[in-house]
């Protein structure tokens, strides 16, 4: 079993910064994939970042690529989301999550086998 939580989510105006946490719980974090998703209301959910089990590799969505940076800390188990010049559409709750199967990063939702309970970011214009 695994444990996620998430901190760090609240409001913001545009063009501001968020750092989201989730720390982790359960297992050897490091043998395990981590993703941050988020999900807008009435929209599907989405993979916006994905690192690998080491943190050597990353992946990121086009919507954020070049404004958020995930990172991973295996020594403290918990994964990180920097959200810089943060704009309304990025309003939505976000959830981190563990692919306790794959290297990674890991872009597919089913995939996941745990989930953190969601924080929520909303972006002021």
């Known amino acids: 079993q695994v444990q996620l939580v998430e901190s760090g989510g609240g409001l913001v105006q545009a063009g501001g910064s968020l750092r989201l946490s989730c720390a982790a719980s359960?297992?050897?974090?490091?043998?395990?994939?981590m993703g941050w998703f988020r999900q807008a209301p009435g929209k599907e959910r989405e993979c916006v970042a994905a690192?690998?089990?080491?943190?050597?590799?990353?992946y990121y969505s086009a919507s954020v690529k070049g404004r958020f940076t995930i990172s991973r800390d295996n020594a403290k188990n918990t994964v990180y989301l920097q959200m810089n010049s943060l704009k309304p559409e990025d309003t939505a709750v976000y959830y981190c999550?563990?692919?306790?199967?794959?290297?990674?990063?890991?872009?597919?939702?089913?995939?996941?086998?745990?989930w953190g309970q969601g924080t929520q970011v909303t972006v002021s214009s």
């Open positions: 359960g297992r050897t974090f490091s043998t395990y994939a």
């Open positions: 999550a563990a692919d306790i199967l794959r290297v990674g990063p890991t872009t597919l939702k089913d995939v996941y086998n745990y």
């Open positions: 690192i690998s089990r080491s943190g050597d590799n990353t």
